[in-house]
C-alpha cells in the first residue's frame, strides 16, 4: 500500500467548497454567543458533534473543567488503513468558543474570524476527508474553554495516552482564517522547531493549491497548538496574515460581515492538501 503523489494529494484541495463551509459559518454564527459557560455553548458544540456522526466519525464528547465550571470538547475519529503498530496519528483541531471580552457570559459574541471561521473549517475538512481512505488516523477535536486560557485543549493533551502521544505526526490548528488583513491574501504557520516539517508541508501545499503569501513564525502564543507544542507534539497554527489587524476580536462587530471567504477557502485547500499528504490519502 503506498500514499498518493503530491499531485494526487493536493487534488484534493478541489473538494473544499464554498458554500458548505459558508453554512457551517452561517450555523455557528447563528447562536448569539459561544461562551464556553453558556447553554448555547453547549447547543453549537452538539450541531458539530452531529455533524461529524452524519459523517461517519466515531464522536464523543469530552468534559472540560476549569475555575469551578465545566465546558466541552467534541472529539471525533477517523481509523487508517495500516497495521495498527505502523499507524501514526494526525490532528485538525480548532477552538469553538467565543467571547465578548466587555460584557458577561450571554453577551452577543458572534465570534465570525475567532473561531466560527476555524471551527467551520474543521467541519469542511471534515467532510472532505470523511470518504478518503487512508493509511493513518485522523482525529478532529473542537476546544471550548480557549478564550479563558486554552483549557480544552490543555486537558485533551494532559489525557492523551503515552500511545498516542508517541504517534503524532502533525497537528494543524486553525485561529482566525477568515479576515484579509494585507494587500495580497496571505497565511501565517507558527510553530516551534519540532514542528518544522509540518511548517515545510503546509508551505508546499500553500504554493502547490494557494496563491497566498507565506509568513513563518517559531514563536508560539495565544492558541491552542500552544498546549501541544508545551508537551513537544508537533503542532502549527494556521492563521490569516497579520491577524492582530482584525480589531473586531472579542467584540459584538465580529460577525460573518467582516469576512472574505476566499482567504479561508485559501487556507482549507493548504491545510487539506498537506493532511492528505501526511495521512497516507489513497485514491
Ligand atoms: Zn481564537
Do not use: C, W
Amino acid at each position: 500500500m503506498r500514499g498518493l503523489s503530491g499531485m494526487a494529494t493536493t487534488g484534493l484541495a478541489d473538494e473544499v467548497s464554498v458554500d458548505t463551509y459558508r453554512m457551517a459559518l452561517e450555523d455557528l454564527t447563528a447562536h448569539p454567543t459561544r461562551h464556553s459557560f453558556s447553554s448555547a455553548y453547549r447547543d453549537a458544540a452538539r450541531m458539530v458533534a452531529d455533524r461529524f456522526a452524519e459523517l461517519g466519525y466515531a464522536t464523543r464528547e469530552e468534559p472540560v473543567a476549569f475555575s469551578g465550571r465545566e465546558t466541552l470538547n467534541i472529539v471525533a475519529d477517523k481509523p487508517g488503513t495500516a497495521p495498527e503498530d505502523e499507524r501514526r496519528l494526525v490532528y485538525v483541531v480548532a477552538h469553538l468558543d467565543s467571547i465578548n471580552e466587555a460584557g458577561g457570559v450571554n453577551a452577543p459574541a458572534p465570534g465570525a474570524d475567532d473561531n466560527a471561521s476555524g471551527a467551520a473549517g474543521v467541519l469542511e475538512i471534515a467532510r472532505v476527508l470523511a470518504a478518503v481512505v487512508t493509511l493513518h488516523d485522523l482525529r478532529l477535536v473542537v476546544f471550548g474553554g480557549e478564550e479563558q486560557g486554552l483549557h480544552g485543549s490543555r486537558i485533551h493533551v494532559a489525557e492523551l495516552t503515552d500511545a498516542d502521544r508517541q504517534r503524532i505526526i502533525m497537528v494543524v490548528n486553525m485561529d482566525m482564517i477568515g479576515r484579509l488583513n494585507t494587500a495580497a491574501p496571505s497565511v501565517l504557520l507558527e510553530g516551534a522547531a519540532g514542528s518544522q516539517h509540518v511548517i515545510d508541508a503546509l508551505a508546499q501545499a500553500a504554493h502547490d493549491t494557494t496563491d497566498l503569501e507565506v509568513f513563518v513564525s517559531l514563536e508560539p502564543f495565544a492558541s491552542d497548538h500552544v498546549s501541544f507544542i508545551d508537551a513537544d507534539l508537533p503542532a502549527v497554527l494556521t492563521i490569516e496574515g497579520q491577524d492582530q489587524l482584525n480589531l473586531d476580536e472579542h467584540t459584538p462587530r465580529d460577525t460573518l460581515a467582516g469576512l472574505d471567504i476566499s482567504v479561508a477557502i485559501s487556507i482549507l485547500r493548504m491545510n487539506t492538501a498537506a493532511l492528505a499528504t501526511m495521512l497516507g490519502a489513497r485514491a
